[in-house]
Every structure is written in structure tokens, then in C-alpha cells.
């Protein structure tokens, strides 16, 4: 059974960091490109990051760089968000998702976790 | 930055019905757009990828059109598990998603 579990999450205050874990298993984890998606409570979908499969590119949505880091290991199977500096507006639910590459501009994410929620709060 | 916007932002409408929703971006992505489906408590699911392929196991019922700017997302006989909310997402370059439009029973 393809799966991908989120763990790390929980309440932390401002300023502060944590380290979010996703376990893949049930396909290649070393084929996709893999990303964070966060959603704040009550809102839509928001794009955070994403790494390529060996991973030498790393990208970030601009409100978390400098702040956050995107990481893997294949051999573990396992992609990371690293989150420091957190601020109450980081608050959500954070998915990992598998990216399907058909080609550059044709690519979609074909496996979502279930997510770990985020709370930066005092 | 491409800005993706969806209308409506909400929808009421009862099983059978034949439901559109809109996304525009605000530059041509060509047909670089997916629809992704969320229930509630549940993570996102891919409906449809360069904009009119419906992802396997997906509902014929389900498809997707457009080009350029403006696409679609039809749902052509609404059924109760379809009562969600719907994401569009640009692959022309950073994946945006749209805002959301909800869709709920009237």
C-alpha cells in the first residue's frame, strides 16, 4: 500500500522551530520530487516547498526562505521540514505530497499524506 | 508571480446537477493546470492534470477544459461524495493553488 505518514508537528511558540518528518513507503521514494503543502485552519491550499529526487534543487515559497529547509533521504525513505524562526501565521495542517513529472511545466501530485498540525502559538 | 483565481468562491447546488467551476490565471500558463478535490479532514486528491486528463480512477463524471487563461472544472451529475472543495493549481512554474471553491448541498 502506497503511504506517506507526516509526524513532528505540535504547539510551539513564536520564534521557535521544529522538524517535520514524512515516511514514505509502498512506491520509489527516490523517483518523485516531493513537497510541503500547508493549509491554516479554515483556509486553502498552500504550496511550501519541494526537492528534487537526488536532491540538488530546492525550492520555497518566498513567506519561508531563510526560515525553513527541505530535506530527504532516500535510503530512509523520509523527507523533512526543517521550520525555524516560526511565527503564528506558520499555524496549519503541513502535508507532504508526491510530485508526478511528466515534463517541466507537466507534473502533478498524485500521493498526499494525511498531515501533522502546526501550532505556534504562547 | 502567476496568480490563480477561482469563481465561484462557494456553490450551492443538489445531487444531479450540473456544476462549472472557474479558474483564471493571470497569465497564459497554456494548459499547464491541475484540479485537485478535498473532503473535509481529508487531504487533497488529483482530479485532473494538464487540464483535461482525468487522473485514473477518477468519475467520467468529472472533466476538465481551457487553455491559455481561463479553464474549467465540470461536474456533470453531482452525487453526494462529490459535496467538497475544489483546487486549481498552476504548473506553469511555482504551484499555486487557487483560492478553493466550495461546494455544498443546496
Known amino acids: 500500500e502506497v503511504q506517506l505518514v507526516e509526524s513532528g508537528g505540535g504547539l510551539v511558540q513564536p520564534g521557535g522551530s521544529l522538524r517535520l518528518s514524512c515516511a514514505a513507503s509502498?512506491?520509489?521514494?527516490?523517483?518523485?520530487?516531493m513537497n510541503w503543502v500547508r493549509q491554516a485552519p479554515g483556509k486553502g491550499l498552500e504550496w511550501v516547498a519541494n526537492?528534487?529526487?537526488?536532491?540538488?534543487?530546492?525550492y520555497y515559497v518566498d513567506s519561508v526562505k531563510g526560515r525553513f529547509t527541505i530535506s530527504r533521504d532516500n535510503a530512509k525513505k523520509s523527507l523533512y521540514l526543517q521550520m525555524n524562526s516560526l511565527r503564528a501565521e506558520d499555524t496549519a495542517v503541513y502535508y507532504c505530497?508526491?510530485?508526478?513529472?511528466?515534463?517541466?511545466?507537466?507534473?502533478?501530485?498524485?500521493?498526499w499524506g494525511r498531515g501533522t498540525l502546526v501550532t505556534v502559538s504562547s | 508571480d502567476i496568480q490563480m483565481t477561482q469563481s465561484p468562491s462557494s456553490l450551492s447546488a443538489s445531487v444531479g446537477d450540473r456544476v462549472t467551476i472557474t479558474c483564471r490565471a493571470s497569465?497564459?500558463?497554456?494548459?499547464?493546470l491541475n484540479w485537485y478535490q478535498q473532503r473535509p479532514g481529508k487531504a487533497p486528491k488529483l482530479l485532473i492534470y494538464?487540464?483535461?486528463s482525468l487522473q485514473s480512477g477518477v468519475p467520467s463524471r468529472f472533466s476538465g477544459s481551457g487553455s491559455g487563461t481561463d479553464f474549467t472544472l465540470t461536474i456533470s451529475s453531482l452525487q453526494p461524495e462529490d459535496f467538497a472543495t475544489y483546487y486549481c493549481?498552476?504548473?506553469?512554474?511555482?504551484?499555486?493553488f487557487g483560492q478553493g471553491t466550495k461546494l455544498e448541498i443546496k
Open positions: 505530497a508526491g510530485q508526478v513529472v511528466v515534463s517541466s511545466t507537466n507534473w502533478y501530485f498524485d500521493l
Open positions: 493549481q498552476q504548473t506553469y512554474n511555482t504551484p499555486y
Open positions: 494538464a487540464a483535461s
Open positions: 526537492i528534487k529526487q537526488d536532491g540538488s534543487e530546492k
Open positions: 497569465q497564459s500558463i497554456n494548459n499547464y
Open positions: 509502498g512506491f520509489t521514494f527516490s523517483n518523485y520530487w
